[in-house]
C-alpha cells in the first residue's frame, strides 16, 4: 500500500511574492520581506510604543500583501459587487488554489472526474468584511445610542444621517455579499468556483492549522477517498485586534526583526500569506506523469496534554508530534538535512523548540535549521503552509536555503546537529530529506517529514511579472500627448491618434512611471517594458527594416512558447554544441520568428543582415528558397564555418581606434564595422593577442570571442570554394523586397550572376553595418527589427543614437520568447506600425481592488458641522448634568464651527474655470453617440456626427461644480439649458467656469449649456421610490437587443445600457439599464427609454431628444460601471412639439436619481424619414418611377434639411454644398438625394448588398454630378434634373440624360410652331417640346433652342435630332429621358 | 571610502548612460543586475566601462578586468561584483 503522497503542484501569495517562483527566488537570496503596517492597514494612532492599553500595539512591523491587492473576478465567474463586499482571503484562496492546480497540469477537464478536497488552516479572526459586517450591523447603533444618550436634545434626523453616513462608508453588505462573509467560504468557494466535488473544510489549529491540514488531506489520500487535495492555509488582513492580542501577550518584537534562535531575539512579526499544496498518491502520480515536487513521508500531530499553561509550549508534546511523524514516515533520521523550524523568535518558543529538536534527532550528520517567518513574519494558520513549500522547494532544488537575523545563534544550538545559515548552500546528496515543524497555541503540535524525489532540478530563471507572456497590457492612444495624459489620469485605455502609450503589467507605480514619459512628450521605447511615441515613427512616414542578425557568441533564444502559440514548427538547434549548429539555429530562428511575424500582420518595407543574416533575409525576400538553403545548411558539417587557428575579438571602439591598434600587424583585419563602439578585429591568433593588448591598455574593452572563423575578412579566402559552389547552384530569384548588402552598402543586385558574386565578396569583405544603418536612416527607415536574437538593436541604438528611430528584437534570452514577441508588437502599435497586438495580448477580465486593510472610517468634516447646530437644541435638556454638558459641547462647537466658517469663507474659492478638449479621441466612447450611424468601419467620423449627449454635458458641468468646491457632492440641479449641441468632430476645446453662491453653483459650458447645481457634504437620505405600478403594462413592440439592432436608437455600444426593455402603457414605460462606461451615458439610456416610448407610442414625429429638465436630484454617488439600474418613466404629456416625463432611478432597491419634467422635443419626422433615418441602407427618400427615382422634398416631413444633408452626403460633399450658396444648396441636396437612391436602387437590383448614401460619393458639379470612390469604376453614369424643390435622377450604364421642365412656365424659345404639330393640341405640348430638346441636345452637348426639331414621334415619344426621348407627366411637370 | 559609496558612484555613471530613460523609481543596488535589472544593452555597457576607468585612474584596470570575463559573466555580472572589484584594487 502506497504511503508516500506527491506535492504535484504549489501555489502562494506571501509578502514581497505575488507566486511561487518569486517567493523561492527571495527564500534562496535570503531577502527580508518585513516591512511597516501603512495606514491603509490600521491607523498610525493605533501605534504607541510606550503603552499597555490594550487599543494600543507597540510595533508596527510586520510581513504584508500589497495593500490593495488586484482580483480577477471575471476569471473566477464572480460578480464585481460579490467581490468587493467578500472577503479579501477568500478571493485570494480561490486564486492560489486555482494557481495550484495550474501549477499541477490539472485543468477542468482533467478534474471532472476526479475526487478532489480542499483542507485549509484558517483561524477565526476579525477580517475586513466582519468589520464592516460589524460596522453595518452593531457598531452604526452603537454610535447612534450614544449620540442619542447624550445628547437627548438632538434632532433625531441628524442621528439617522450620522448612521446612516457611517454605514455607507462601512462599505458594501447586502444579500448579494452577505454570504461571502462566510468563514469556511474560503475552502468552499474553492470547491464551488473550481467545481469540485471532494470534501472541502477549514480547519483551525491556531499556527499548526496547515500542516494539520495537510495531515487531514495525507489521509485522505491513504485511504483513497480522494485523488487530489488541495491543502495549505490561509491568514490575511490581520485586524488591528488581532495585533492587539499579541502586543498585550508581549509576543511582538519591540526590535521589528523575528530573529529566530538568535540570543537577542524578541519576540515575533505577524506575517499574512496563503499557501497550498495540490497533493496526490506518490503511484498514483508517477503513474499519471505528474510533475513531483517532493514526496510527504511521513505527518503526525500531538497536543501538549495537561501543561501548566496553554500559553507555554511543552516539549513532551512536540516530541510526540515528531516522533509520531517519523515512524509514520520510515525514514533514517541520520538523512535530515533540513528542519524547516517553527521559529517564532520568541525566548521561550525558540527554546522548547531545540530541545525537542535535540531531544527527537539527538547526535548524528550535521542539518540546517531555518526559519522562513525570519524573512516573512508569523503567517499564523498559514505558517505550516509557508514552511512546507519552503522545504519542498528546497529538496526540489537541492538548495539549503538560509535563515535570517541568526548573528549570534543561541547556546544551545550548539549542542545539536543543526545549524543556522546565512547564505543559501547546494544540497547535492542524493537523498534529500527535509522536516517542517508548526506548534500552536493551546499546545496542538504538527510535524511533516518530506523527501526529493528523484535528482535536484535547477531552478528555471524566475521571470518577474512584466517578462510574462500574460502579463495585463494598457495600452492608450490619442490625438496628443495633453490628450493622452487626459485618457491616462482618467483610468481609460483605448482610443485612437497617433500618439501611444503601451504598459505591461500596468502598476499604479509602473503607470506613474510611464507618466512621467508622457509629461515630458518624448518617446520612452521600451526600457521597463514600457513604450510611448508622441506620434508614432510610422504614423509619420518613417519604415520599417527587418535586420537578421547573424552568429554571436550568445545564441539561448526561447522559442517554445511561440511555436505553441501560433502553431508553428519550432527550430531545432536552438541549444546548438557548434558553430555549424549555431549557423542552422540562428537560419531557422529567423525563418521562425518571420513566420510568427508575419501572423501578427506585421511586414517590412525593406531587410537587411548581418553576416549569415544576409541568408535570411535572402530567403525572406524571396531570393533564395527554403528548401535550397536547408540543403546548403543539412551539407554544412562541422568544420564549413570555421578557420583554425583565426580568433575574432570585439574591441568597444569604433574603426578609427580600432585601425590603428592593428597597424603593423600581420594576418588581422576588421572583419565587422558593427556600429560607433564595436568592431570586431579578425586575425592570427598572435596579432590579435598584440592588438587585444594595445586596446586594454589604450582603456577599450576587447573581448576574445568563444569561436574561431575568419568569415568577411581576407582570411577566409581558402575557404569560400564550397560556398561559391553551393551558391552556383542555386536558383536565384529577384527580391520582391528591398534587401541591402553591408558589403556594399547597397541594395542587392536583381540579376544572379551578379548577386552571386556579392555572397563570396560578403565573406571576404568587411561588413560595414555602421555605415548600412546610417544609410537605411537617410533612406527613411525609423524602427528596426531584430528577426532574431542579438545585439543588432544595441548597435541600431549606438549608430543612430539621438536620431528618433526604434530599435527592437523579437526575440531576448531574458524572457520568454512570447513575452518579446508581445513586447515588440506593442512597440510597433506605438510607433504606428501595422500589428495585431490582440493576437498576443491575454484577454482578461476587469480586476477588483481587494482592500485587505480596516482603517478608521471618518465621515468626512461636513457632518460636524451638523452635529454643533443641533447640539445647540440639547441644553433644553431636562437632567442638570446633561444640561450642563450640552452647554459645554454646544458653546465648544459653535466656537469651533463658527471659526471653521469664517475661515472657509475667506478661503473658498468663489470661482472655478478649466478647459476640455473632446473629439472621439478624448472621448472614445462618443464614437458610439454619432446621430447619423454609418456603414462598420467607415472611417470619417464626422459623417457620424459625434455628438456630447445631452447628459454627458450635464456630468461636464458637475464636475465643474466639484473642482470649485472638492470633496462635497451635487445633490440638485436645476435651470438647465443647452444652447446648441456640442459636436466633437473636428476636435474642440470648450470653456468651463463654475461660480459659488452659498450652497448654489453656476456652472456653464461657454457657449454651449449652463446649469445651477445645488452643493452639499454630502447626499441627502432618499426617500423611497414613489411611482405607483404601472395600470395596464404591456410589453413594448421591440425588446431590448431590436431597440438597438434595429436602429430605433442610433447608439452605439458603448452607449447601449439597455437590458430590459418594457413593460410600458400609455401612462410610461420602464426599463433596467446596465451602467455603460460612456460619461453620462446612464441618464442618457433613461432618456431613451422616455424616447422609445414616443417612438411605441405615436406614429409621427418619433424622433425627440431632450431640450430640458427642471429638477434632477441625486441620493447617492452614481452607480458603477455595470450596475443594473432600474429606470422607471411617467409621462406628464405628449403635444406636437414636445414631450415630458417624471423618472426615477433606483439603484439596488435605493432611489439614486430623480428627475423632474424631462422635456423632449419632438422633431417632424414622417414614417418615410423616420426609416431613412435609422436604416439608410435600406430605405430611400425618393420614390422609384422604374426609368428614374424622383425627390420631392414637398412630400415629406423632415426635421431640417441639416439632418437630410448628414443624413445623405459624405463630408467631402457637405463642403461643396454649403459651398454653393443659399438657393444651390437646396437643389445640391435634392438632386444627390434622387441621383443616391437612383445608383444604390440600381446597384441593389444587380444583387450588390445595401449601400449607405455616403458610400454613393458624387462629384461637386451641380449639373452633371460624375459618380466617384471605388463605384467611377463600374461604368454608372447619373443624369439630374431639378426644378422648385423637385429632382429626378436616372442612373444608366450608358450616357443617360433626364429633364423636368414646369408645365406652366416654358421657356418659348425652345419651341417652334412645327414641334406643336406633333401633338394634338395638348395643353402640355410646350413642356413635352422643351423637355425632349433639353434631353437631345444634353446627349448631343448642344443649344437646344436653335439646333434641333422634332422630328417624329408623340405625346409620350419624341424623337429630336435622332435621339429618340421618352415623356411622362409627373405633377405639374413633365420629366423627359432618352434610354440610349 | 565605502562600498556604499562607490556603489553610488557607479549609480551616478548608470544614471548617465541609461540618460534619458533613467527614472527615480529605479534602484541601483548591490545585487542589481546590469542585465535583468537595468537592462543595460552591451553597447551601453561599454559607455558605462569608459565613465568608471575614467574616475578610478589607472591603478583601477576595469577595462582589463572586464575583458578577461566570460560573456556570461558579464551578463550575470551585478553592481556589487563591480563595487567589490573597484575595491579589490584599493
Known amino acids: ?1380 | 571610502m565605502s562600498r556604499e559609496d562607490t556603489l553610488q558612484i557607479l549609480a551616478g555613471f548608470i544614471r548617465d548612460v541609461i540618460g534619458d530613460e533613467w527614472d527615480d523609481d529605479m534602484e541601483v543596488a548591490f545585487d542589481t543586475s546590469f542585465s535583468d535589472d537595468l537592462e543595460l544593452e552591451s553597447i551601453e555597457f561599454v559607455a558605462l566601462a569608459e565613465s568608471v576607468q575614467a574616475h578610478f585612474g589607472d591603478h583601477v584596470d576595469f577595462v582589463g578586468w572586464i575583458s578577461n570575463l566570460e560573456l556570461d559573466q558579464i551578463i550575470a555580472l551585478t553592481v556589487g561584483e563591480v563595487v567589490d572589484f573597484v575595491e579589490s584594487c584599493r
Not at chain 1, 508553428?568 to 536552438?574: A, D, G, I, K, R
Request: hydrophobic letters at 45%; charged letters at 20%.
Open chain 1, 1 to 1380: 500500500m502506497e504511503r508516500g503522497v506527491a506535492v504535484i503542484g504549489l501555489g502562494c501569495v506571501f509578502p514581497g511574492a505575488p507566486d511561487v517562483a518569486s517567493y523561492w527566488r527571495n527564500i534562496k537570496g535570503g531577502v527580508d520581506c518585513v516591512s511597516e503596517a501603512s495606514d491603509a492597514r490600521w491607523d498610525g494612532e493605533f501605534y504607541d510604543p510606550n503603552s499597555k492599553a490594550v487599543d494600543r500595539v507597540y510595533s508596527r512591523r510586520g510581513g504584508f500583501l500589497p495593500d490593495v491587492m488586484p482580483f480577477e473576478a471575471g476569471r473566477f465567474g464572480i460578480m464585481p459587487v460579490a467581490a468587493e463586499g467578500a472577503e479579501p482571503d477568500q478571493l485570494l484562496a480561490l486564486k492560489v488554489a486555482a494557481d495550484a492546480l495550474d501549477d499541477a497540469g490539472l485543468d477542468r477537464e482533467s478534474l471532472a472526474n476526479q475526487r478532489v478536497g480542499v483542507i485549509l488552516g484558517r483561524g477565526g479572526y476579525l477580517t475586513p468584511g466582519l468589520v464592516r459586517l460589524n460596522r453595518k450591523v452593531r457598531e452604526a447603533g452603537q454610535l447612534a445610542s450614544i449620540l442619542r444618550e447624550l445628547a437627548p436634545g438632538l434632532d433625531p434626523a441628524v442621528v439617522e444621517t450620522i448612521k446612516a453616513r457611517f454605514q455607507d462608508e462601512a462599505g458594501a453588505y447586502g444579500p448579494d455579499t452577505a454570504i461571502g462573509l462566510v468563514p469556511n467560504l474560503a475552502a468552499s468557494r474553492i470547491a464551488n468556483r473550481l467545481d469540485l466535488n471532494g470534501p472541502a473544510y477549514t480547519v483551525d489549529a491556531a499556527c499548526a492549522s496547515a500542516l494539520i491540514a495537510v495531515e487531514h488531506a495525507v489521509r485522505e489520500l491513504r485511504d483513497g477517498r480522494c485523488d487530489v487535495v488541495i491543502a495549505g492555509g490561509v491568514h490575511v488582513s490581520p485586524d488591528i485586534t488581532f495585533w492587539s492580542v499579541f502586543a498585550q501577550l508581549g509576543a511582538l518584537s519591540r526590535s521589528g526583526t523575528l530573529a529566530a534562535f538568535d540570543q537577542g531575539a524578541d519576540g515575533l512579526v505577524i506575517g499574512e500569506g496563503i499557501g497550498m499544496l495540490a497533493l496526490k498518491r506518490l503511484d498514483r502520480a508517477e503513474a499519471d506523469g505528474d510533475k513531483i515536487y517532493a514526496v510527504l513521508r511521513g505527518v503526525g500531530s500531538a497536543s501538549d496534554g495537561r501543561a501548566a499553561s496553554v500559553m507555554v509550549p511543552r516539549v513532551a508534546g512536540q516530541v510526540l508530534a515528531l516522533e509520531r511523524a517519523w515512524q509514520d514516515a520510515g525514514v533514517d533520521r541520520d538523512a535530515l538535512g533540513l528542519v524547516e523550524a517553527h521559529g517564532t523568535g520568541t525566548n521561550a518558543g525558540d527554546r522548547a523548540e531545540l530541545r525537542t529538536l535535540t531531544e527527537v534527532f539527538g547526535e548524528g550528520p550535521e542539518a540546517v535549521l531555518g526559519s522562513v517567518k525570519t524573512m516573512i513574519g508569523h503567517t499564523m494558520p498559514a505558517a505550516g503552509a509557508a514552511g512546507l513549500i519552503k522545504a519542498v522547494l528546497a529538496v526540489h532544488h537541492g538548495v539549503l536555503p538560509p535563515s535570517l537575523h541568526c548573528d549570534n545563534p543561541r547556546a544551545e544550538l550548539e549542542a545539536t546537529r543543526f545549524s543556522v545559515i546565512g547564505k543559501a548552500k547546494p544540497w547535492s546528496s542524493p537523498q534529500r530529506v527535509a522536516a517542517v515543524n508548526a506548534f500552536g497555541f493551546g499546545g496542538i503540535n504538527a510535524h511533516v517529514v518530506l523527501e526529493g524525489h528523484g535528482d535536484a532540478v535547477a531552478v528555471p530563471r524566475a521571470l518577474k511579472p512584466i517578462d510574462a507572456a500574460d502579463a495585463l497590457v494598457l495600452r492608450l492612444a490619442a490625438a496628443t500627448p495633453e490628450a493622452l495624459l487626459v485618457a491616462l489620469d482618467a483610468g481609460r485605455s483605448g482610443g485612437e491618434g497617433p500618439c501611444r502609450l503601451a504598459v505591461v503589467d500596468p502598476t499604479p507605480k509602473r503607470i506613474a512611471r510611464a507618466r512621467k514619459a508622457v509629461v515630458r512628450g518624448e518617446a520612452w521605447r521600451g526600457r521597463g517594458a514600457i513604450w510611448f511615441s508622441p506620434s508614432g515613427l510610422v504614423s509619420a512616414g518613417g519604415k520599417v527594416a527587418w535586420m537578421f542578425p547573424g552568429i554571436e557568441a550568445q545564441f539561448a533564444p526561447e522559442v517554445a512558447s511561440v511555436a505553441e502559440h501560433f502553431g508553428l514548427e519550432p527550430p531545432v538547434h536552438t541549444a546548438p554544441t557548434d558553430l555549424e549548429q549555431t549557423g542552422r539555429g540562428v537560419v531557422e530562428l529567423g525563418r521562425f520568428l518571420d513566420a510568427a511575424l508575419r501572423r501578427l500582420g506585421c511586414a517590412p518595407d525593406l531587410v537587411l543582415g548581418h553576416s549569415i543574416g544576409e541568408w535570411s533575409g535572402m530567403m525572406a525576400t524571396g531570393m533564395l528558397s527554403n528548401a535550397e538553403v536547408d540543403a546548403f545548411l543539412e551539407a554544412a558539417g562541422p568544420g564549413t564555418l570555421e578557420v583554425p587557428g583565426v580568433l575574432f575579438a570585439a574591441a568597444g571602439c569604433g574603426v578609427g581606434q580600432a585601425r590603428e591598434a592593428i597597424a603593423g600587424l600581420e594576418d588581422i583585419a576588421i572583419s565587422h564595422d558593427n556600429c560607433l563602439h564595436q568592431v570586431i578585429l579578425c586575425g592570427e591568433q598572435d596579432s590579435v593577442s598584440v592588438a587585444r593588448e594595445r586596446l586594454i591598455d589604450a582603456g577599450v574593452i576587447c573581448q576574445v570571442l568563444p569561436f574561431k572563423s575568419g568569415f568577411h575578412s581576407a582570411l577566409f579566402a581558402d575557404y569560400v570554394e564550397p560556398h561559391r559552389k553551393h551558391f552556383a547552384d542555386f536558383d536565384l530569384k529577384p527580391a520582391a523586397l528591398p534587401l541591402w548588402s553591408a558589403t556594399t552598402v547597397e541594395r542587392y543586385p536583381d540579376a544572379p550572376d551578379a548577386i552571386r558574386d556579392l555572397v563570396i565578396r560578403h565573406l571576404v569583405e568587411p561588413l560595414r553595418y555602421t555605415e548600412l544603418v546610417q544609410r537605411l536612416f537617410a533612406e527613411g527607415a525609423r524602427v528596426f527589427v531584430q528577426v532574431g536574437t542579438g545585439s543588432l538593436t544595441g548597435f541600431v541604438d549606438d549608430t543612430l543614437a539621438g536620431e528618433p528611430h526604434l530599435a527592437v528584437s523579437a526575440n531576448e534570452p531574458r524572457r520568454s520568447g512570447l513575452a518579446q514577441l508581445r513586447n515588440l508588437a506593442l512597440a510597433l502599435w506605438v510607433e504606428g506600425a501595422d500589428v495585431e497586438v490582440d493576437a498576443l495580448v491575454p484577454k482578461r477580465g476587469p480586476t477588483v481592488d481587494l482592500a485587505l486593510g480596516a482603517p478608521l472610517l471618518t465621515l468626512g468634516p461636513d457632518l460636524r458641522g451638523r452635529l454643533s447646530a443641533s447640539t445647540a437644541v440639547a441644553t433644553t435638556d431636562d437632567s442638570p448634568v446633561m444640561s450642563a454638558f450640552g452647554d459645554a459641547l454646544s458653546a465648544l462647537s459653535r466656537s469651533g464651527a463658527d471659526v471653521l466658517e469664517a475661515y472657509r469663507e475667506r478661503s473658498a474659492p468663489k470661482r472655478w474655470s478649466g478647459s476640455r478638449t473632446l473629439s472621439v479621441h478624448t472621448d472614445p466612447a462618443l464614437w458610439d453617440h454619432s446621430f447619423f450611424p454609418q456603414p462598420p468601419g467607415w472611417s470619417t467620423p464626422s459623417d457620424g456626427h459625434p455628438v456630447v449627449p445631452m447628459t454627458m454635458t450635464i456630468e461636464l458641468l458637475l464636475d465643474a461644480a466639484r473642482q470649485l468646491v472638492p470633496g462635497w457632492v451635487v445633490v440638485e440641479a436645476t435651470e438647465l439649458q443647452a444652447f446648441k449641441w456640442l459636436v466633437v468632430e473636428p476636435e474642440i476645446t470648450v470653456e468651463l467656469v463654475a461660480e459659488r453662491d452659498g450652497d448654489w453653483v453656476r456652472a456653464s459650458i461657454t457657449d454651449y449649456a449652463e446649469i445651477r447645481l445645488r452643493m452639499a457634504p454630502a447626499f441627502p437620505a432618499a426617500p423611497a421610490p414613489a411611482f405607483d405600478a404601472l395600470p395596464s403594462p404591456r410589453s413594448t413592440p421591440v425588446d431590448a437587443v431590436q431597440l438597438y439592432q434595429e436602429r430605433w436608437m442610433f447608439h452605439g455600444p458603448r452607449y447601449q445600457g439597455i437590458t430590459t426593455l418594457g413593460p410600458m402603457d400609455d401612462s410610461g414605460i420602464e426599463g433596467i439599464i446596465t451602467a455603460p462606461e460612456g460619461l453620462g451615458s446612464l441618464l442618457d439610456n433613461a432618456g431613451q427609454i422616455l424616447g422609445y416610448w414616443l417612438m411605441a407610442a405615436e406614429d409621427l414625429d418619433q424622433l425627440a431628444m431632450p431640450v430640458g429638465m427642471d429638477l434632477i436630484e441625486w441620493f447617492e454617488d452614481h452607480p458603477p460601471i455595470g450596475a443594473e439600474v432600474l429606470c422607471r418613466v411617467r409621462i406628464l404629456g405628449v403635444d406636437d412639439s414636445s414631450l415630458a416625463a417624471d423618472l426615477e432611478l433606483v439603484y439596488e432597491g435605493r432611489l439614486w436619481c430623480r428627475i423632474r419634467n424631462w422635456v423632449d422635443h419632438r422633431f417632424e419626422t414622417d414614417p418615410h424619414v423616420w426609416a431613412v433615418m435609422r436604416q439608410p441602407e435600406h430605405h430611400m427618400l425618393s420614390v422609384d418611377r422604374g426609368a428614374y427615382r424622383i425627390f420631392d422634398e414637398s412630400a415629406h416631413r423632415a426635421p431640417s434639411r441639416d439632418w437630410l444633408m448628414r443624413r445623405y452626403l459624405g463630408e467631402s460633399e457637405r463642403a461643396a454644398m454649403l459651398a454653393s450658396g443659399p438657393r444651390g444648396q437646396r437643389r445640391f441636396l435634392d438632386d444627390r438625394i434622387a441621383a443616391k437612391d437612383a445608383v444604390r436602387f440600381r446597384l441593389h437590383a444587380d444583387g450588390v448588398p445595401p449601400l449607405f448614401p455616403v458610400e454613393v460619393p458624387l462629384g461637386p458639379d451641380l449639373d452633371t454630378p460624375v459618380l466617384g470612390g471605388p463605384l467611377a469604376a463600374t461604368g454608372w453614369q447619373v443624369a439630374v434634373a431639378h426644378d422648385a424643390g423637385v429632382s429626378v435622377a436616372r442612373a444608366s450604364d450608358g450616357s443617360g440624360a433626364i429633364a423636368l421642365v414646369p408645365v406652366e412656365t416654358v421657356d418659348e424659345g425652345f419651341v417652334s410652331a412645327g414641334d406643336l404639330s406633333f401633338f394634338d393640341g395638348a395643353p402640355d405640348a410646350a413642356a413635352r417640346v422643351q423637355a425632349a430638346k433639353t434631353v437631345a441636345a444634353q446627349r448631343r452637348g448642344a443649344d437646344p433652342r436653335s439646333l434641333l426639331a422634332i422630328e417624329g414621334g408623340d405625346a409620350d415619344h419624341l424623337v429630336v435630332d435622332g435621339i429618340s426621348v421618352k415623356l411622362v407627366r409627373e405633377g405639374a411637370h413633365i420629366v423627359a429621358w432618352s434610354e440610349t
